[in-house]
């Protein structure tokens, strides 16, 4: 009876280890399920544009579904702070921006969130270069248009989507580039609105993302002056860049993207999420619809060099917020 005993305990034991390693091989197998990517802002929107885009391709790559949920509100902070106070399982990530990660702890008084403590920084995805735009009334090149506005009685004004956006802060450098010239700020509720008031012919200058601007250089609405990239647009071969125009070096502004997971994850998990986006962002026919939308998509990189490209330009932003913090207090 021993044997016979021995081999029954033995066979069941053999079970329950296959069990328990099949068990433990199946929670290794990231994702097994839906991933929800929360967009902090609401639809219909540049960014909501490119995470869509995003979304449907990272899911391919992963062989699930990404979901995209826009949970707007306080300048991308309400989404931000949900997924901060996520799982740190992957499978609820945020598709953030310069404002979420960059500006908003340098124009928040009193940030709700640590962009590097709160979050773990999955992948840099690049997004829509900025460009300022003229009514075609206004002097043709961006240089003239500074000259004239330096004499310009009463002062000339542009217009933003808003007070301490990206555009906005990075006007103020071009501004500063340029030798200080003075243009009042009018920001306003959104791009839109103030496109409107450009070709009506209220507003002299208006910056927006290349995407959001070009149908209206083309259309001979408004006269696109630069575009701030390191090289002119397959797109709008005819616009200079803001280093061509003004003869500097080095003037970049990229309303950009960059998707997150909440603190602590797993590294297994953000290796194949990395790896995910690097594949999506090698691609050629993504990055083409990508440029469709007026989006400049990043190289591929690593988790490590996103943090840092973040952390840049929040140190390169810096500056400019505390040289126009009584405007942004008002």
């Not at 885009?53 to 309400?78: H, M, P, W």
């Not at 506005?149 to 989507?161: F, Q």
């Not at 003075?182 to 200058?205: C, E, F, K, Q, S």
């Not at 989006?295 to 505390?322: C, H, K, L, M």
Request: glycine share 10%; hydrophobic share 45%; with cysteine.
């Amino acid at each position: 009876m021993l044997p016979c005993s021995f081999g029954r305990r033995t066979t069941l034991l053999g079970a329950s280890a296959a069990l328990v390693t099949g068990t433990g091989r199946a929670q290794e197998v990231f994702p097994s399920r839906p991933i929800r990517m929360i967009i902090p802002f609401p639809a219909g929107g540049p960014t909501d544009v490119y995470a869509r885009l995003y979304a449907e391709r990272l899911g391919r790559e992963l062989g699930q579904s990404v979901v995209t949920e826009n949970r707007g509100g306080a300048g991308g902070a309400i989404g931000s702070l949900e997924v901060s106070r996520a799982r740190a399982d992957g499978y609820t990530i945020l598709f953030g921006t310069a404002s979420t990660h960059a500006l908003y702890p340098l124009v928040a008084r009193q940030p709700q969130f640590d962009v590097l403590r709160d979050f773990t920084a999955i992948a840099e995805l690049g997004g829509g270069p900025l460009c300022w735009l003229a009514h075609p009334s206004r002097p043709a090149t961006l240089r003239s248009f500074l000259d004239a506005a330096r004499n310009a009685n009463p002062l000339v004004s542009y217009g933003s989507p808003g007070s301490g956006t990206m555009m906005h802060l990075a006007t103020e450098l071009l501004k500063q580039q340029a030798g200080g010239v003075a243009i009042t700020h009018v920001p306003y509720r959104g791009a839109a609105p103030a496109m409107n008031d450009l070709v009506g012919g209220t507003l002299a200058l208006a910056v927006n993302t290349f995407g959001g601007g070009l149908p209206l250089h083309k259309g001979g609405r408004a006269r696109m002056l630069a575009v701030a990239t390191a090289q002119r647009l397959e797109a709008a071969p005819d616009v200079p860049t803001v280093n061509e125009a003004l003869g500097v070096t080095g003037f970049e502004a990229v309303l950009w993207h960059a998707v997150f997971a909440p603190p602590a994850l797993p590294a297994p998990i953000l290796e194949r999420l990395s790896a995910a986006t690097n594949a999506a962002l090698s691609d050629p026919a993504f990055r083409a619809s990508l440029t469709a939308s007026g989006i400049t998509a990043s190289a591929p990189g690593t988790p490590v060099s996103a943090a840092a490209f973040i952390d840049a330009e929040t140190q390169r932003y810096a500056p400019v917020v505390e040289a126009i913090r009584p405007e942004l207090e008002q």
